[in-house]
Structure formats: C-alpha cells, structure tokens
C-alpha cells in the first residue's frame, strides 16, 4: 500500500503543477486557492494534501524548475567550443527557445516572484543571478579577446535576457515567423548588442 501511494504522487504531481500553473497564470497566485488547483485535477482538498503540502511549495516547484532547465539548457548550449560569438548565439537562442516553448514558466515566473516566501525566494533570486552572470561571463570573454566592443557586460547580459524574455509574451507557433526563424534573429542581436563584426 505504501508503494502505491509513493506512485501515486510521482503520477499525479506533474499534472497538479501544470493545473496550478495555468491557474497562477489565468488568476494569479494570490487569487488561486488549493481547492482550485484540486477542482482542476478532479480530486478534494484531503486527496491533494496527499500529493502536495501547499500552493507555496507549487509556486516555488514550478519557478526553481524554470530556473534549472534555463541553466541546464545555457550549460549544455555552450559546451563544446571555446569561441565567444558562437558560445553567446548558442547561450541566446536556447534562452529565447525556453521562453518560446514555455510562455507561462516565464509569465509566472516574472509577475509571481513577489510571491515567493523564504527560503524558497532567496533560492530562486540565487539561481536567476547566476544564471545572468552565465551570459556577462560570455560577454565579458569576448570583450577580453577583442571580438566584443561594449562598455558594459551586465547591461548587454541584461538586455539579452529581455530580449528573450519578451518572446514569451508574443510569440505564437502560428505567428508569422517559425521558432527556428526567431531564435536565429534574436542570436544576430545578441552578437549585435555585444558589439561584434558581423
């Protein structure tokens, strides 16, 4: 019996996150109260306690696995060449692919972060801050080897992730580019507001 229910849970959390996440996306996580986020699962609030302590402990599941897919995906992205142009495309086209293919992971993740208690804020802001370091370092090597011209690092890894943030809010896969079109413009600005010779 005890197996079951460990079975359970690890079968019914992904589709109680993706309920809560639409949910905090629709409403706002303010608004969303468990016995929705059960309502739109079909199970009562004793049958969800089952599989998730609280709607905080969804909040902070939803925004920490944001964060590390973005930071396995920017790892991975720059693994295997050591040259700064390519390693920054490569880092912000997988950056605008997540926020294309995960429009609300970064609707909530942007508009709820005021709603994240301790420690589960100070994690997440951790984790956001690396992974911002994770392009200026990018940037900043090519500054250092004289293929970027800027004067700032963090301003260019800043605009970069607006860049690609912003994606989420208007990109459609009916819209009028492909994603791969999109990706591949938005790795020309980055290189752009790196200041390299295109």
Same mark, same amino acid.
């Given at each position: 019996?005890?197996?079951?229910?460990?079975?359970?849970?690890?079968?019914?959390?992904?589709?109680?996150? $993706?309920?809560?996440?639409?949910?905090?996306?629709?409403?706002?996580?303010?608004?969303?109260?468990?016995?929705?986020?059960?309502?739109?699962?079909?199970?009562?609030?004793?049958?969800?306690?089952?599989?998730?302590?609280?709607?905080?402990?969804?909040?902070? /599941?939803?925004?920490v696995g944001t964060m590390d897919a973005l930071?396995?995906?920017?790892? *991975?992205?720059?693994?295997?060449?050591?040259?700064?142009?390519? *390693?920054?495309?490569?880092?912000? /086209?997988?950056?605008?692919?997540?926020?294309?293919?995960? =429009?609300?992971?970064?609707?909530?993740?942007? *508009?709820?972060? =005021?709603?994240? /208690?301790?420690?589960?804020?100070?994690?997440?802001?951790?984790?956001?801050?690396?992974?911002?370091?994770?392009?200026?370092?990018?940037?900043?090597?090519?500054?250092?080897?004289?293929?970027?011209?800027?004067?700032?690092?963090? $301003?260019?890894?800043?605009?970069?992730?607006?860049?690609?943030? !912003?994606?989420?809010?208007?990109? =459609?896969?009916?819209?009028?580019?492909?994603?791969?079109?999109?990706?591949?413009?938005? !790795? /020309?600005?980055?290189?752009?507001?790196?200041?390299?010779?295109?």
């Amino acid at each position: 019996m005890p197996t079951r229910s460990r079975d359970q849970r690890s079968t019914r959390g992904p589709s109680i996150r $993706l309920a809560a996440l639409e949910l905090f996306t629709q409403h706002g996580y303010g608004a969303t109260t468990m016995a929705d986020i059960g309502a739109a699962v079909g199970m009562r609030g004793p049958s969800l306690y089952k599989h998730v302590t609280s709607k905080q402990q969804l909040l902070a /599941e939803i925004m920490v696995g944001t964060m590390d897919a973005l930071i396995t995906e920017h790892d *991975r992205a720059v693994s295997g060449t050591d040259d700064p142009g390519e *390693r920054l495309r490569r880092a912000t /086209e997988a950056h605008v692919r997540y926020h294309a293919r995960h =429009r609300l992971e970064a609707f909530v993740g942007n *508009r709820e972060l =005021r709603s994240l /208690e301790e420690p589960n804020l100070s994690r997440v802001l951790a984790m956001r801050e690396a992974y911002e370091h994770g392009f200026r370092g990018l940037v900043q090597a090519g500054v250092d080897t004289g293929r970027f011209h800027v004067t700032s690092a963090r $301003l260019v890894s800043y605009a970069i992730l607006d860049l690609g943030m !912003g994606v989420a809010v208007w990109y =459609r896969e009916d819209g009028e580019l492909s994603e791969n079109q999109v990706v591949w413009q938005y !790795g /020309e600005f980055a290189l752009r507001l790196a200041g390299a010779a295109l």
